[in-house]
């Protein structure tokens, strides 16, 4: 205690001994605060009381000690009050603060997903317009590779005709040879060309209006195109809700479908199933397609999702779909989640905002 405190602690204390009234009790109060505002601990405060029951209590004649010890505690009771108080702001200050700290984690992780939907969809931005600068390079020379494939084509078998009889057997060998690598390579200029086509769906998302569809319509016309890759093999089970009609880019929308619905076909081997739902979730549109198939590997789940990131073998499998997928769900305000199912296989799943009930 400082010297003045010291002081005045005694003098009140001695006085409060004297004669106990509300005054010297109001006086005890006072020196709690200055104590506490002196950097007082409760400690401090008990070595304080011990000395002065020392003092005063065992020093009283057997008649008065218990009047005294009454006083003393009296007078503690009160110089204790503002510690007490001070207690109990820290106590609420602490609830406040753990309160706070929950939504500044709350933010923070917002914060966070909207930083990576940010840094994702400026990556799919510039992604987009690099490939849609490589699909433009490439379509030109291919167009015509294309077109003097077939010219060639034509020309080789006039030539056999032309030749008839007279050919000798090594040019007739020659002839076979060469027309053989021209399918060949007419195959492998068509893949290019099949690439070339995702490649620009993939960048030129703005193409195609928007507008009012029947989903049920809509996605059923996308399971006509793709049933056949499994008829037998594969149930599809499709269970349309409401609503029906939604505003949106209907040929993007079905576009996502077909690329979620390809790979719930790849990811069953041999026999299984795939649920295609669509609903309302509030003021969104679900639709998820459900396969039992063999599942993303967890490792993966990250990475599945990044422009040509495959784990086909080569020729079957570009790494598009699912990033095709993502930007239209994208560009209709939407996500693209992939969850493992209950049982095994995965759970794609699109929402987006409906713009307006319009059915
Ligand atoms: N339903 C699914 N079940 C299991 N794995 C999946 C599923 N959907 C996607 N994947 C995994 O994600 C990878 C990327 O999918 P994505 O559709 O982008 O490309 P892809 O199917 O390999 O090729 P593309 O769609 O261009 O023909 C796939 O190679 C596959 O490993
Ligand atoms: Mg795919």
New binding site residues.
């Given amino acids: 205690m400082n010297d003045n405190l010291d002081h005045a602690y005694r003098q009140a204390l001695a006085e409060h001994l004297n004669e106990e009234t509300e005054e010297s009790l109001s006086r005890a109060y006072d020196l709690g605060r200055q104590a506490l505002a002196a950097d007082f601990g409760i400690l401090d405060v008990l070595l304080l009381y011990d000395a002065a029951f020392r003092d005063a209590v065992l020093t009283a004649s057997p008649a008065e000690q218990s009047v005294v010890a009454l006083a003393i505690t009296n007078f503690y009771r009160e110089f204790l009050s503002p510690f007490e108080m001070s207690f109990r702001g820290y106590r609420e200050a602490n609830l406040e603060l753990l309160r706070l700290n929950e939504v500044l984690a709350t933010t923070n992780t917002e914060l966070k997903q909207k930083q990576t939907q940010l840094i994702q969809a400026a990556k799919m931005a510039s992604l987009g317009e690099l490939v849609a600068g490589i699909a433009h390079e490439i379509n030109n020379p291919l167009a015509f590779i294309i077109s003097h494939l077939k010219t060639i084509e034509k020309c080789l078998s006039r030539a056999r005709t032309e030749l008839g009889t007279t050919v000798t057997v090594a040019a007739a060998e020659l002839l076979d040879r060469a027309m053989n690598r021209l399918h060949e390579s007419e195959l492998g200029a068509q893949r290019i060309k099949h690439l070339v086509v995702?490649l620009r769906t993939f960048s030129r998302l703005d193409e195609g209006e928007r507008k009012v569809v029947s989903m049920r319509e809509s996605i059923q016309s996308v399971l006509t195109i793709v049933e056949h890759r499994c008829l037998g093999r594969i149930d599809i089970l499709a269970e349309f809700g409401e609503p029906d009609l939604v505003d949106c880019y209907p040929s993007l929308i079905n576009q996502a479908v077909m690329?979620?619905v390809?790979?719930?076909m790849?990811?069953i081997h041999e026999s299984g199933t795939i649920w295609l739902t669509t609903a309302r979730d509030v003021g969104d549109f679900v639709i998820t397609v459900a396969?039992s198939?063999?599942?993303?590997p967890a490792d993966?789940r990250d990475r599945?999702?990044e422009p040509f990131?495959?784990?086909?073998p080569i020729g079957?499998?570009?790494?598009?779909?699912?990033?095709i997928a993502h930007s239209i769900v994208h560009k209709h305000g939407g996500t693209l989640d992939?969850a493992p199912r209950p049982g095994g296989?995965?759970v794609?799943t699109i929402r987006f905002p409906l713009l307006s009930d319009v059915s």
């Fill in positions: 995702k690329n979620l390809a790979n719930a790849d990811a396969d198939g063999h599942g993303i993966l599945v999702r990131f495959t784990t086909k079957e499998g570009t790494g598009l779909g699912l990033s992939l296989g995965t794609a």
